[in-house]
């Protein structure tokens, strides 16, 4: 019989915009970065990749109101329920879409909903949970720090970076400023 090995997720990810009602969305993929598979599980007899991406487009590639606005099917595997949700959190938060609206920041809410994480939802859910429609998730204070100590980690190296390019020898006295756009 056919055994039952592992978890995975689907997100379809569209040229939508989640914060209007799901309008489609037309334009250019200026820029268009796929997430990639960090890791292949060994599952019985193949590696399967943690992520897969269907998609028919590329950078570049037009999204017009000829055609379904969908950008890709992207699926993430994990031996666990949380394990495929944790790797399609990953992939979500990896994956660079310019030109066009999308609905990646509602997929990424969902993925941070209680009740979805709990699995203990219907065909309502989007309705029941998002009555006035979607908005933007607003963070809490640990999430807000934590993400102005990685802009700041992020800022640092880039001028790192920069400045070994001109000749210069890297600062190691730390980041370069304590501004972010965060504070």
């Known amino acids: 019989g056919i055994k039952i090995r592992g978890w995975a997720v689907e ?3 569209y040229a939508e915009d989640p914060y209007r009602n799901f309008l489609p969305s037309i334009g250019n993929l200026k820029t268009y970065v796929e997430p ?4 292949h599980i060994r599952n019985g007899l193949a590696d399967v990749p943690t992520v897969r991406v269907d998609s028919g487009v590329r950078q570049g ?5 000829d055609y379904d606005p ?5 699926v ?3 031996t666990t329920r949380n394990g495929a949700l944790k790797e399609m959190r990953r992939a979500l938060d990896s994956y660079i879409i310019k030109g066009v609206n999308h609905n990646i920041p509602f997929l990424r809410a969902i993925m941070e909903n209680q009740r979805f994480l709990s ?7 989007i309705g029941e949970e998002y009555p006035e429609g979607f908005t933007d998730v607003v963070l809490g204070e640990e999430e807000r720090q934590s993400l102005i100590a990685s802009s700041t980690v992020v800022e640092y190296l880039y001028r790192r970076e ?3 390019h001109h000749g210069r020898k890297p600062t190691t006295a730390g ?4 501004h972010t756009p965060f504070s």
Not at 61 to 65: C, E, G, K, M
Not at 119 to 125: A, E, I, K, R, Y
């Open 61 to 65: 590639s037009d999204i017009s109101v």
């Open 76 to 78: 993430t595997y994990g």
């Open 70 to 74: 969908m950008i890709c099917k992207l």
């Open 11 to 13: 997100s379809r990810v």
């Open 162 to 164: 920069k400045s070994s």
């Open 119 to 125: 699995g203990n939802f219907t065909t309502q859910f």
């Open 36 to 39: 990639q598979s960090r890791t």
């Open 175 to 178: 980041p370069p400023s304590r």
